[in-house]
């Protein structure tokens, strides 16, 4: 295997995604294979599912993966779309014993701003900039002159007598039944919030409903600029395999 072809993962509250990525070019070279994500979505059900993919894919090498969670030095510290029982779980070991590869695991939302930072939207922008992953959660990532500093969950930020990813996720569009205009709306106070006590330069949006962006986009406020990630929902899985082999090199 060609190493700088790497395994990725995105391993969601819905579904978990792989594919083989092109770590120079930042492109897919296999299709992305997707399993549901296990419920309960216990550790060893993550195990098995991501052991799956990578036998379905005949892959054998370094693994870079995107968790769900804060992530530090490989342990999930956080568990709030995946079972409690991940907490304080190391989760390159465990996932490392299920496919017999060496797997290095980032939170979900910080890997796929490091596939903006490198090949998409986030390239050299300086100052601050801001990634938003909207999904079953909402993830972020937040870089300054290009550094990220990692872990920020600003969807767990209190919003509305609950959280931000209670009141403008993809989840809780799709339960509380919210309009294109509701979402647009709720989503743009949130965000709003966050240019006012960030002054970012760049907000980036990924995530499944990035692809929707035309759909709501007239409902944002903002001084700031906005734009939907270049690899929209694929981030994930491209900036997984950069932090494996970033983090192998
Ligand atoms: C988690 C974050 C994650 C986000 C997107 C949130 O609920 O706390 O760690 O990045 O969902 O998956």
């Keep these: 295997m060609n190493h700088t072809h790497i395994l990725g993962f995105d391993i969601g509250g819905t579904g978990i995604k792989g594919a083989i990525v092109d ?70 070991n465990l996932l490392s ?14 890997v796929a ?11 050299n922008q300086p100052g601050t ?12 990532a937040l870089f300054y002159n290009g550094v990220l500093i990692p872990n920020t969950e600003f969807g767990h930020l209190k919003f509305h007598k609950s959280i931000a990813e209670k009141y403008t996720s993809n ?15 709720r989503l743009n106070e949130f965000i709003q919030h966050l240019e006012f006590i960030f002054s970012p330069n760049l907000f980036i949006l990924g995530g499944g409903v990035s692809r929707k962006f035309d759909l709501y986009k007239e409902y944002f406020k903002l001084e700031t600029t906005i734009v939907p990630a270049k690899f929209q929902n694929e981030a994930g899985i491209i900036g997984a395999a950069l932090y494996g082999h970033r983090i192998k090199n």
Aim: charged share 20%.
């Design 171 to 185: 989840a809780a569009r799709k339960d509380k039944n919210l309009n294109w205009m509701e979402f647009g709306n």
């Design 97 to 110: 014993k299920y496919t017999e590869c060496p797997v290095y695991v980032a939170n979900d939302a910080d």
């Design 129 to 140: 900039v801001i990634v938003l992953t909207i999904g079953t959660g909402i993830g972020s």
């Design 23 to 92: 770590v120079v070019e930042g492109k897919l070279l296999t299709e992305r294979i997707k399993v549901p994500t296990p419920d309960p979505a216990t550790p060893d059900a993550i195990g098995r599912a991501v052991n799956t993919v990578t036998k379905q894919l005949g892959y054998k090498g370094i693994i870079g993966c995107g968790f769900p969670a804060i992530v530090k030095k490989g342990i999930a510290l956080s568990a709030s779309n995946i079972d409690k029982s991940w907490i304080n779980v190391n989760v390159e």
């Design 113 to 123: 701003g490091m596939a903006e930072q490198a090949f998409g939207f986030a390239a």
